[in-house]
């Protein structure tokens, strides 16, 4: 009897011990990571963040109603932007065409369709010709989004892009950089509703930093 009780009572200690050491971990994980070499921001007196993304990507097709709504409620002192990843040459083709939109001043307008146009509609808008047609149903002159595709501006913006993932060492997407210090992503923070929680946490974190500049 006494072998039992102290064989039973060495089992309760070994299992509260492992799930003491689970709640541990989960407790602590941040939902992020440091950058091993920590990057400029753009406009030092704002909390930047920054987005990457791939149009391709489901993941990030069902991240963006979450940060979509996240974005309505942003406070001035946030600098939200919004960076197309290139690791392929289809990727490239997507960045381009959101580039492209930049440059004419209509990504709210087009960025939500054409999501919804290459993962639900299944649609090949990779072409100079097909992205000119997809544009013109939103309303740009084909004239103007031929100028805005072959721009200087549009060009120069893809050749930092491709530069961008590994500067910040984005291997996937989504993908979050918080003030060129902070990472997250879905497999981190352990959900896209995490992803949001820790985005916000490093924010306030943040915001002390940029009032002090």
Sequence with gaps: MLLILIRNFLLFLLVFGFTAVAYAEEATDPGYQKLATPQPVEDPSKVEVIEFFWYGCPHCFHFEPLLHKWELSLPE???????????????????????????????????????????NKKQKLETEGQLAKFFAAHGVDEAKFHDAYNSFLVDAKMRQAKMMGPRYGITGVPAIVINGKYKTNGRLAGSHEKMIKVMNKLIEQEKANVQQK
């Design 77 to 119: 002192y946030v600098n939200f932007i919004r960076q197309p990843a290139i690791f392929s040459a289809l990727w490239a083709k997507h960045a381009k065409a959101y580039f492209t939109a930049e440059a004419l001043g209509v990504v709210e307008k087009v960025h939500a369709d054409f999501f919804d146009a290459i993962q």
